[in-house]
């Protein structure tokens, strides 16, 4: 393949509408690639599910993308990513670029000298978190907080409402009250309630993962020459698993325009 001539897609999976958080930025810093993307939403959400049961829809899921002719497959959940990454890497021959919650430069950020991590169980129970933790989270002390209900809210497109409002404050207003200075954002489907959180808690920052995967893997496409052609002209095609209709029905709540769903396919 020529240098910056693979017309081939970027695949990208989560369990629903999450990680078009990182599309979103992919797509900012790499606007000429085609991007398939798989919503799960049969079996949303993951956070809850043992990681067996995960790890085996990953395996799945990129399976139908390697078919799909994806170059490289952004695994863009972070629960997907610690029950599943690791394996992926070694079953299949496509690079993948996995998530990682921004605990180190939360560490570093904080003047407080603690950060909450808003995630769901099935990330705070896998080993990529406590390694991640143990190697860059030992000058900081660290608030686990799980998400209840937060990434149904976002699936449902309610990501700056009153029920969005009142829930991210339920989740963090202990952490902050204790002198949280940072959340970071351990799923997805959080990154859009960054503006909800900003809201409820202004004096507190907050860490996503979206752009930091999403320059990884423009790297990783430019590392092994899989750019795609200087004329191409991006695009979205959706593979839904589940409810297609109630999956379109969110994107636009997100700030995606309907005609950013024409691909869709079940």
């Known amino acids: 393949m020529l240098d910056g001539m693979d017309p081939r897609p970027v695949g990208m999976f989560d ?4 990680g078009l958080s990182v599309f979103r930025e992919f797509r900012r810093l790499a606007p000429r690639e085609r991007t398939v993307y798989f919503a799960d939403t049969a079996f949303f959400p993951y956070g809850p599910r043992d990681p067996g049961e995960v790890r085996k829809r990953a395996f799945a899921i990129a399976d139908r993308l390697v078919d799909a002719g994806a170059k490289l497959i952004v695994v863009a959940c972070n629960t997907a990513s610690a029950a599943a990454v690791a394996d992926l890497r070694q079953l299949f021959e496509v690079p993948f670029v996995g998530m990682v919650p921004a605990v180190k430069p939360a560490a570093r950020a904080s003047r407080s000298g603690r950060v909450a991590i808003l995630a769901t169980p099935g990330t705070f129970d896998g080993e990529l978190y406590s390694s991640v933790v143990d190697e860059f989270g030992k000058d900081a002390a660290i608030d686990r907080v799980v998400g209840h209900d937060l990434a149904e809210l976002v ?3 309610e990501v700056d409402t009153p029920a969005a409002r009142e829930a991210v404050r339920a989740a963090l207003a202990g952490p902050v ?9 351990g799923c997805t489907h959080y990154e859009f309630l960054a503006p909800a959180i900003t809201a409820e808690f202004p004096g507190v920052s907050v860490l996503g993962t979206g752009e930091p995967v999403a320059k990884r893997a423009c790297a990783r496409l430019a590392e092994l020459d899989l750019e795609a052609p200087l004329d191409a002209e991006g695009a979205l095609d959706l593979i839904v698993s589940g409810n297609r209709d109630a999956f379109l029905r ?5 700030g995606f325009a309907p005609r950013e769903a024409a691909e869709a396919q079940s």
């Not at 369990?15 to 999450?18: D, N």
């Not at 009250?177 to 954002?185: F, K, M, N």
Request: aromatic letters at 0%; glycine letters at 20%; hydrophobic letters at 45%.
């Open 15 to 18: 369990s629903g509408v999450g």
């Open 155 to 157: 699936e449902r497109g």
């Open 177 to 185: 009250a204790s002198g949280a200075d940072i959340v970071v954002l």
């Open 250 to 254: 969110t994107l636009p709540k997100l």
